[in-house]
């Protein structure tokens, strides 16, 4: 590759290699103040599937350690968007160590809370927010459970903001508008200093929730056969782990308590995570 960026996020390190500039200098950007990997665990490619779409309606097939073989090219505006997904395509498939969940987790005087739900529950959304206010933002992607004793550790990735999410937060920390991606307009959020800061530092969970916005406030009980159910649906790698996997969701599910939250705006959910954090 032509151009690389290095970073390690957490207990995960990345070589990004790109045919064009323009994505690693945004990855630099974004990912400023990260540590470089040194010896990387997973690598991403970004390159043209013809010679000539480097310079001809330049388009960014996505490869690396792991692929999808049938995956749409993107646009080389959304370079950075590729890369993202890159990484995230690599966690996905090749990460053996942990129990992937794809959820956001925030820590809090050494005990962790776990938020995940389908596309587009709100949940980045709500993790940023409560980053924002006295909790450290742990991951927003991905929650990575110890396989052998259950802590969650770190992994703060810049959170992924879509369409009217993005005026909630500082300009400032925010990377560039990718403008009418397959998932509507995104720009990425850097976790603050602190996040960045004590990335190696676990935390034991302590709550699940599952948020769903756009609905009237409300909270309700969740029966651990649904928890489990839903944690199965949500893991990138649960069946590949086996026993291992198996017995980490099991120890999630019998050990903490579970509720799903609905609320119609930012100042509602924070209510509500507030609340049940204080009862947890």
Not at 101 to 119: C, F
Not at 136 to 151: K, P, Q, Y
Not at 190 to 206: F, G, K, L, S
Not at 239 to 259: K, S, Y
């Amino acid at each position: 590759m032509r151009h690389v960026f290095s970073v390690r996020v957490g207990p995960a390190g990345f070589r990004v290699g790109s045919d064009w500039r323009a994505p690693v200098a945004a990855l630099e950007a974004l990912y400023a103040g990260y540590p470089k990997a040194g010896i990387a665990d997973f690598t991403v490619r970004l390159e043209a599937a013809r010679p000539w779409r480097r310079w001809i309606r330049p388009s960014v097939t996505i490869a690396g350690d792991y692929m999808l073989p049938d995956a749409v090219p993107l646009a080389l505006r959304h370079g950075l968007l590729a890369a993202e997904m890159g990484m995230n395509l690599q966690m996905a498939l090749g990460a053996r160590r942990w129990l992937l969940l794809h959820a956001a987790s925030l820590e809090r005087d050494g005990r962790a809370l776990i938020l995940t739900g389908a596309s587009g529950s709100g949940k980045s959304t709500l993790a940023a927010l409560l980053g924002d206010r006295g909790w450290r933002l742990m991951g927003d992607e991905f929650a990575l459970i110890d396989l052998a004793n259950g802590v969650l550790h770190p992994f703060p990735r810049p959170v992924s903001l879509k369409n009217a999410a993005i005026a909630l937060f500082d300009a400032a920390r925010l990377g560039p508008l990718l403008a009418a991606t397959p998932k509507g307009d995104i720009r990425h959020l850097r976790p603050n200093a602190d996040a960045i800061a004590r990335m190696a530092e676990p935390a034991a969970p302590a709550l699940i929730l599952f948020p769903r916005f756009g609905h009237a406030a409300a909270e309700r009980p969740v029966a651990p056969s649904e928890v489990f159910v839903r944690l199965t649906q949500a893991s990138t790698n649960y069946v590949a782990l086996g026993e291992a996997g198996f017995d980490a969701l099991t120890r999630l599910v019998t050990t903490l308590p579970a509720r799903a939250i609905d609320y119609p705006d930012a100042d509602s959910a924070v209510a509500l995570v507030e609340r049940l954090w204080a009862a947890a």
